[in-house]
């Protein structure tokens, strides 16, 4: 699938992998952890260039339904431009603990 976000690098957007919801909950959980790590583990484990690797991590939302770059609370879909400000956000469903 092919995201896209008007204010990130590349501008074309990146396709990004079928991430499966253990997939999400891992990553979720890495990324609470460290961004640098996630990266790492993008890479390692789906064969993504750092680029991408990057590009996904600092799209994954930190809180359901929340803008990653504004203070839009009310995303509803997954893969999802934010309606106030145009961010893409990772906006995934995970279990949080
Ligand atoms: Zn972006
Ligand atoms: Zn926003």
């Known amino acids: 699938m092919k995201v896209k976000c008007k204010h990130c690098l590349p501008k074309e957007g990146i396709e990004v992998p079928a991430f499966s919801l253990s997939d999400k909950n891992r ?3 890495i990324k609470q952890e460290s961004s640098i790590k996630t990266v790492k583990f993008l890479m390692d484990n789906y064969k993504l260039s750092h680029l991408e690797s990057k590009y996904i991590t600092a799209h994954i939302n930190d809180r359901y339904g929340k ?31």
């Open 27 to 29: 990553l979720f959980e």
């Open 67 to 97: 803008c990653n770059r504004c203070s839009f609370n009310d995303l509803v879909d997954e893969y999802v431009n934010c309606p106030k400000c145009g961010a893409l956000n990772f906006n995934w469903k995970v279990t949080n603990k």
